[in-house]
């Protein structure tokens, strides 16, 4: 497993964020290291995309159909039929699917230190990358440190990926988050935002504090060693945070 999620992100951390593409499979490959990963993390990601919301949607149920597959895996259960799709879903509200969590399939720390070895430099030099590749690596280590149970590190990484990989916020949003309150139109979609999680993890794990203010501890290398990628990382990271211009409210916002 973990020699195919690197052939994977060989195969697309080269393509251009111009290409259409490039978010999608990104988020193929973010598909393949959850539904790897530990089924205990599948449910509470389930649980993440269902915070306030009684809709159902696409990414949804694949997360539904990974945790089945991973309990009940056959050559059956990967066609992904509708009545398949039903049969899943009647089988996870009905909680027919064992309670034991299965341990990932890979080691996740050794595909963390492969993701890190794509952050070494600057963040301003992945900031300005013209590829996929440092924000699908980011994006992969928030998700590990999630399936670690790290959630503090995974807000971190995912307010560095807002800060410096989204739009930033322009005067007309600033404008009308100031006026004063009217009624707005809302745009309904049966589409989330593809962040909306993060709220839900916010609440979930009590990290309020940190939309306000967010430690970075210091990074030391191991004495008697060369600096490694992803002590390099950790550093690029680290100083990421420290950056007398970050600021977690607007990474919030942005992402």
């Given at each position: 497993?973990?020699?195919?999620l690197?052939?994977?992100?060989?195969?697309?951390?080269?393509?251009?964020?111009?290409?259409?593409?490039?978010?999608?499979?990104?988020?193929?490959?973010l598909?393949?290291?959850?539904?790897?990963?530990?089924?205990?993390?599948?449910?509470?990601?389930?649980?993440?995309?269902?915070?306030?919301?009684?809709?159902?949607?696409?990414?949804?149920?694949?997360?539904?159909?990974?945790?089945?597959?991973?309990?009940?895996?056959?050559?059956?259960?990967?066609?992904?039929?509708?009545?398949?799709?039903?049969?899943?879903?009647?089988?996870?509200?009905?909680?027919?699917?064992?309670?034991?969590?299965?341990?990932?399939?890979?080691?996740?720390?050794?595909?963390?230190?492969?993701?890190a070895?794509?952050?070494?430099?600057?963040?301003?030099?992945?900031?300005?990358?013209?590829?996929?590749?440092?924000?699908?690596?980011?994006?992969?280590?928030?998700?590990?440190?999630?399936?670690?149970?790290?959630?503090?590190?995974?807000?971190?990484?995912?307010?560095?990926?807002?800060?410096?990989?989204?739009?930033?916020?322009?005067?007309?949003?600033?404008?009308?988050?100031?006026?004063?309150?009217?009624?707005?139109?809302?745009?309904?979609?049966?589409?989330?935002?593809?962040?909306?999680?993060?709220?839900?993890?916010?609440?979930?794990?009590?990290l309020?504090?940190?939309?306000?203010?967010?430690?970075?501890?210091?990074?030391?290398?191991?004495?008697?060693?060369?600096?490694?990628?992803?002590y390099?990382?950790?550093?690029?990271?680290s100083?990421?945070?420290?950056?007398?211009?970050?600021?977690?409210?607007?990474?919030?916002?942005?992402?």
């Open positions: 497993y973990e020699m195919c690197e052939k994977m992100f060989i195969e697309i951390e080269k393509i251009p964020l111009s290409n259409p593409v490039s978010l999608q499979v990104k988020d193929a490959y598909c393949a290291l959850r539904g790897w990963g530990p089924s205990g993390y599948l449910k509470e990601r389930i649980k993440l995309l269902r915070w306030k919301t009684n809709d159902r949607f696409l990414e949804l149920e694949e997360i539904e159909i990974d945790v089945y597959r991973r309990f009940n895996q056959s050559a059956a259960s990967s066609v992904g039929t509708d009545a398949g799709r039903k049969t899943i879903k009647f089988a996870l509200e009905s909680e027919q699917v064992q309670p034991q969590d299965l341990q990932s399939l890979f080691d996740i720390k050794s595909v963390a230190v492969r993701l070895s794509r952050l070494t430099g600057s963040i301003e030099e992945h900031q300005s990358s013209e590829t996929i590749r440092s924000l699908a690596a980011l994006e992969s280590l928030a998700e590990l440190s999630l399936c670690e149970g790290e959630y503090t590190e995974a807000f971190r990484l995912y307010l560095i990926i807002g800060f410096y990989f989204m739009n930033g916020v322009d005067d007309d949003a600033i404008s009308i988050s100031i006026a004063p309150q009217r009624e707005k139109s809302i745009d309904s979609s049966d589409v989330p935002h593809p962040y909306k999680f993060v709220l839900a993890l916010i609440e979930e794990h009590k309020h504090a940190s939309c306000l203010s967010i430690e970075s501890k210091d990074v030391k290398p191991v004495e008697g060693r060369s600096p490694e990628p992803a390099e990382a950790a550093v690029c990271l100083k990421a945070i420290k950056g007398e211009a970050f600021s977690p409210i607007v990474a919030l916002i942005q992402l």
